[in-house]
């Protein structure tokens, strides 16, 4: 396990390459599945797009534009749930909600590359910067109906 000055380390890092280079950063034609996310606090908005295969999700993209903690969540989750099923995806989800909105202290290192964003627990308003993403890839889930908002 990292130790908290690696995983600060390594989190300004992944946050830096990610928020100057975020991958998967473009629009979809054809989407099965799409849903906006805004967070006014920040004034972080994106549109998530999905390409589900039966239980899989080929593909997933966004746009808009945000802080770069917002961008580079967005970035890792795009990343983190391409190929993989829904129930694994939806796993991902609650578990890096989890981390960092919970009451109970989790173990970041069970979610990989993304335990670097456990530290923005310790900055609430931030918390919502590093959730929207996620929160907007739940909606799309659940049909994409209306906009996401962290407020």
């Not at 967070?39 to 945000?66: A, M, W, Y």
């Not at 960092?100 to 670097?116: I, M, Q």
Request: glycine share 10%; charged share 25%.
């Amino acid at each position: 396990m990292l130790v908290n000055a690696d995983l600060r380390d390594l989190y300004q890092e992944v946050v830096l390459d990610h928020g100057r280079r975020p991958r998967n950063f473009r629009s979809m034609e054809g989407a099965s599945a799409q849903s906006v996310g805004f967070n006014p606090l920040c004034g972080d908005k994106l549109t998530l797009f999905l390409h589900c295969e039966g239980d899989i999700v080929r593909d997933v993209s966004f746009q808009g534009s945000g802080c770069a903690i917002s961008t580079a969540s967005a970035s890792l989750l795009t990343e983190t749930v391409k190929g993989k099923p829904r129930h694994e995806v939806e796993a991902l989800l609650a578990a890096f909600i989890e981390m960092l909105t919970g009451t109970e202290k989790s173990d970041p290192t069970r979610l990989g590359k993304l335990a670097v964003f456990s530290g923005v627990k310790d900055f609430p308003v931030r918390v919502k910067c590093a959730t929207l993403a996620w929160r907007t890839l739940e909606a799309a889930l659940d049909g994409g109906a209306g906009e996401v908002s962290t407020e």
